[in-house]
């Protein structure tokens, strides 16, 4: 007769709140442990004062990362303040910036402060986005421009600035934050199909260029998700028509966009790199 003493990893356990952890398990004493898929590591999340930067930021510091943070405007300042004693009080370093990820001079600062604050970075997600909706006829260049400005150029920004540090750790995850809307366009949303889309492109190029170093970059292309962008959506005849084109029929919470995040963070994903993930409920495919 042996004994024989197996330890099995990747055990997915989702409990009522929708939050998932990763146990091992030894079958001989039958006790389970708890293991956080970020421990230890330092991630950058631009925008993250509200919607899905905000619930990306906790789910990273459930996991055990080490959070640093961005936020705008000045009437954010109290909310992202709230954010970092909330992630702070899950026993991990964290800490709230207020920078324009739109600005070239402004990420720069800014990742110099966190490598100085935090030594180094493993993970950045560039979440910061807004939307500019009107039809093509009224867009202005200005409107077009502001648009690509925070939701592309910002993209290029972060992702020229983290990558020095993940080239000589050799390791490293880009997360850049698409839309459905830029693999799938629509009317009145020309201006963020076209930044969205773009930074698609963006990802597999930088994917292809960084490979060999060890890092990896992907996309997420959320569908429509219930933040303070899409409130006009929730309700009345607008919403029914958007939840009756997913075949889900809801629409995302930002936790749902976090929970994929997460997994192109952590070493789950250690071998998907260029590719964008449609987060979207089935209203692309």
Known sequence: MYEINIKIIGLIYINS?????????????????????????????????RGIGE???????????????????????????ALEVKLQAM????KAYQSNAGEFAACEAFVADVLKEFGTVDICVNNAGISKDNLLLRMTP?????????????????TKQIIKPMMK?????????????????????????????????????????????????????????ETDMTSYLKEGEAADKYKAG??????ASAEDI?????????DLSSYVTGQTISACGGLNM
């Open 91 to 94: 026993g991990v370093k964290a």
């Open 142 to 158: 200005e409107q077009f421009e502001e648009v690509i400005k925070v939701n592309l150029n910002s993209v290029f920004y972060m």
């Open 17 to 49: 709140d929708d939050h998932f952890f990763v146990y091992t398990m030894w079958p001989k004493n039958n006790k389970y442990q708890h293991m956080k898929l970020l421990e230890g590591k330092v991630a950058i999340v631009t925008g993250a004062a």
């Open 246 to 251: 997913i075949p889900l029929g809801r629409f």
């Open 258 to 266: 976090a929970n994929v995040t997460l997994f192109l963070a952590s």
């Open 169 to 225: 750790a050799r390791s490293g995850s880009i997360i850049n934050m698409s839309s459905v809307i830029g693999e799938m366009g629509n009317a009145g949303q020309s201006s963020y199909a076209a930044s969205k889309a773009g930074v698609i492109g963006f990802t597999k190029s930088v994917a292809k260029e960084l490979g060999s170093r060890n890092i990896r970059c992907n996309a997420i292309a959320p569908g429509f998700v």
């Open 55 to 81: 619930a990306v930021a906790i789910k990273f510091a459930e996991h055990g990362a080490h959070v640093a943070f961005t936020y705008v405007s000045d009437s954010s300042t109290e909310k992202a303040k």
